[in-house]
């Protein structure tokens, strides 16, 4: 017999996965907005506005760790289900 979690309840990866993609948007915003100016012909905006457009990255790789975590935390209850 497998349990399996009911859908509000929260499983391992989740907080990372949610905390990831917040971080993944508000580098995506970020970079929209610094490359407006390459449009708009207006002044740059300084580099430390370029470095905000690497959260895109770090949300991507917070959110793969969250997907990471979830497969193992499945991977351990199917094993503990065999045994």
Sequence with gaps: MT????????????????????????????????????????????SYAWAVCMLMGVGFAVSAAGVLRSAAAQRRAARASQA
């Design 3 to 46: 349990v399996t979690p009911h859908c509000d309840e929260a499983r391992p990866g989740d907080g990372l996965v949610r905390a990831g993609g917040i971080v993944f948007i508000v580098g995506a915003v970020a970079t929209l907005v610094t490359m407006a100016p390459l449009f708009l012909h207006i002044d740059p905006f300084p």
